[in-house]
């Protein structure tokens, strides 16, 4: 007969326990963000650098006239007309 009580689903976790929940809120009490002047720096450009407000197109070491080039020959090889095609392109730079 089939155990029931087990499953073979590996994605499903047991539900944490009182001890770990208490664990996590003790050491995200601790942390205190970055605490040096480049680590700020470096905190206060994630808004900029990831998601859809992103204002920077290039990282620190990339050359933004590359690029541009790049950028421009994915548009002309592909030509989007419309926003969907504009988007697909632009996931490939």
């Known amino acids: 007969m089939e155990n029931l009580t087990h499953t073979s689903d590996p994605t499903q976790k047991a539900p944490r326990t009182a001890a770990q929940i208490a664990a996590s809120r003790a050491n995200g009490a601790k942390s205190k963000g970055p605490v040096t ?20 197109a290039t990282i620190k ?33």
């Open 37 to 56: 002047p480049e680590g700020k720096a470096i905190s206060a450009r994630n808004a900029e650098r990831h998601g859809f407000f992103s204002q920077l």
């Open 61 to 93: 070491g990339e050359s933004p006239q590359e690029y541009v080039q790049v950028s421009t020959d994915l548009y002309e090889t592909w030509q989007p007309t419309d926003e969907y095609e504009r988007c697909l392109v632009d996931t490939m730079l």
